[in-house]
């Protein structure tokens, strides 16, 4: 089919041929009508602009509470972390804390780990009911005479002599720093209580200890003599008076006091602890034999027993009390070891030979040295060089 060409003269002549179509509705009508449609067109158009700003207050408050939200969960998370700081700082305080405490109480524990300090001496608070009995024994190579001290049991009331003689055999290689047998035994003692005097009968030279000086032999005898409670002790040889000892001939010796003496150390390396050796020539002064114990005694074994830790400045003295004063100097310190508490027992055990009762020490820049009391007076020992037997 072929296309056609349309122009307004085509265009009339085809409208003309449509039906005709009528309104039947009143002018009025269409008026209200065309009213009505602008109206609803003008409330849409009003309408709109509401709806956008309601939309974008409603955008605004999601953003803005987004915000809010975020800025909540900052500070939040501020918090944690502020929380979580305090937190660490806490632990790590408990843990110093914990740390203190365990280096404490591992201290302590060191401590009690430690051997305590231990005296070597007798005091009165150990003796009790028992009996004190002091042997002199001569050390591994006899040069030195070393007090050695027991304590006894009495319960059938024997005499000084029957206890010490009692007891000898149970000395006798007590200790590794002295010699293992005695120069006099008492075996050969016979006592006389009606004049206090020991006989000492042998079949033989005093050989063993012949060579040695008469301050030694001297010590010897003076130290049984006041252990037994005798005054004079004779010797004899096959029931004659006298007895050979090297080049001199001993007949009576008389009981002298031991006194003023200034005590050393006697100490082998392979033994725990030292004995307490006096020197067997007495000091005019305290204060010399102070000086003395500060040095080793070389020619015959002995150390110092005042160490270089302790530098004593003056000696002052109570006479009415026999307490004896010792001030150390500024630089002497005083140490918390087994040292210094023979340096203490040292110095205690020449107060004693002085005849002093207490000792105060002065500017010790410490309160203890194991169980002695520094801000204390010291009671002087009852004796030496405590061993224990085995009964």
Known sequence: MPKQKW???????????????????????????????????????VFMPILATVCTMMILFIISQSFLDS???????SKVADNSALMKNSVSEKVEENEIQNSEITDRQTKMASPALTKVAIYHEDVGDSEVIT??????????????????????HLSRFDLYVQNIDKMIGVNKQLSDYFPISPELFTYHLSNNTIEVDTKQKLT?????????????????????????????????????????????????????????????????????????????????AFDAMEDD?????????????????????????????VHLSNESKMEEDQKTLYAIESILLTAKDFKYSTVKFENTKVEAVGEFQLTKELAVPVAANRVDIKE
């Open 7 to 45: 122009n307004d003269e085509k265009i009339k002549q085809t409208l003309k041929q449509l039906p005709s179509i009528k309104d039947e509705r009143s002018p009025e009508f269409i008026y209200h009508t065309i009213q009505m449609r602008k109206k609803s067109v003008h409330k849409t158009r």
């Open 71 to 77: 800025n909540e969960s900052l500070e939040s998370e």
């Open 135 to 156: 042997y002199p024994i001569p050390d591994q190579n006899i040069q030195v005479i070393v007090p050695v001290s027991i304590l006894v049991e009495n319960p059938n």
């Open 208 to 288: 063993n200890i012949g060579s040695h000086s008469e301050d030694f032999f001297n010590t010897l005898i003076q130290q049984q003599l006041q252990t037994i409670g005798a005054k004079k002790m004779m010797f004899y040889t096959d029931g004659k008076l006298g007895v050979e000892l090297g080049n001199r001939k001993e007949t009576t010796i008389e009981y002298s006091p031991l006194e003023k003496r200034a005590y050393f150390l006697l100490q082998d390396e392979s033994t725990e602890k030292p004995l307490y050796v006096p020197w067997e020539k007495p000091y005019d002064t305290i204060e010399n």
């Open 297 to 325: 005694m070389e020619t015959h074994g002995l150390t110092a027993s005042i160490p270089d830790t302790i530098d004593i400045d003056k000696v002052s003295k109570d006479e009415g009390k026999r307490q004896l004063i």
